[in-house]
């Protein structure tokens, strides 16, 4: 069936460093691919989201792009701040357009 | 506001008891999907309704869970002779169907009932 692998964290970074957050996924056809972000005390959210191979979809400086060769769809942000410490989860929805598949999330903390 | 609203938002019980969740989406969607999420994992999929119809309920929902959308509007779970291991975050979501029809649609999250079975 459907999955996606997330690397694990927690991931901690200094202020302004570069983040790589790494999503692989295993699915039929081709599905759609999301990045949703639940802040502490806050509910899950879209980050941002690709729906056809070769997009690329960015939100808040984080680009993702869809990558059908390699089944990935890696996270990244050119310059973090302390208010990106959240928890990301990357996410597909299958073919048939309703069943979305989360992975287990990877939390992040930044360091002023 | 016009989120998506849960209630209660914590609920203990005590095994063997029947529990029920509400789930109230925002009001021009069609799409409502319900999820389960357990510490340090992320969302897992229960079922999805589009309208009233319910079309799909994951392998992980035992004979125990029900779920009902009887208008198409806000939605019910509920679980019968909860276990221990029902112990777990509830998440609620909705989303509006394209107007191209296409995938891909942003799910709009409420935030959760935590269920603690003691």
């Known amino acids: 069936g459907d999955s996606v692998t997330q690397m694990e964290g927690p991931v901690t970074l200094s202020e302004e460093a570069f983040l790589t957050i790494n999503c692989t996924y295993t699915?039929?056809?081709?599905?759609?691919l999301f990045w949703y972000v639940q802040y502490p005390g806050e509910g899950l959210q879209l980050l941002l989201k690709?729906?056809?191979?070769?997009d690329k979809g960015s939100n808040k400086g984080f680009e993702a792009t869809y990558r059908k060769e390699t089944t990935s769809f890696h996270l990244e942000k050119g310059s973090v701040q302390v208010s990106d410490s959240a928890v990301y989860f990357c996410?597909?929805?299958?073919?048939?357009?309703?069943?979305?598949?989360f992975g287990a999330g990877t939390r992040l903390f930044v360091k002023a | 506001d016009t989120g998506v609203s849960q209630d209660p938002r914590h609920k203990i019980t005590k095994r063997g008891q029947n529990v029920t969740f509400r789930c109230d989406p925002i009001?021009?969607?069609?799409?409502l999907y319900w999820y389960r999420q357990t510490l340090g994992q992320g969302p897992e999929f229960l079922t999805y309704?589009?309208?009233?119809?319910?079309?799909?309920k994951s392998r992980l929902l035992s004979d125990r869970f029900s779920a009902e959308r009887p208008k198409g509007s806000f939605s019910t779970l509920e679980i019968q002779r909860t276990e221990q291991g029902d112990s777990a975050m509830y998440l609620c979501?909705?989303?509006?169907?394209?107007?191209?029809?296409?995938?891909?649609?942003?799910?709009?999250f409420g935030p959760g009932t935590r269920l603690t079975v003691l």
């Open positions: 309704f589009q309208n009233e119809a319910q079309l799909e």
């Open positions: 996410a597909l929805e299958g073919v048939g357009g309703f069943k979305t598949i």
């Open positions: 690709a729906t056809k191979a070769d």
């Open positions: 009001s021009e969607h069609n799409r």
């Open positions: 979501a909705s989303s509006r169907t394209g107007t191209s029809g296409r995938a891909g649609n942003e799910q709009f």
């Open positions: 699915a039929t056809g081709y599905p759609s």
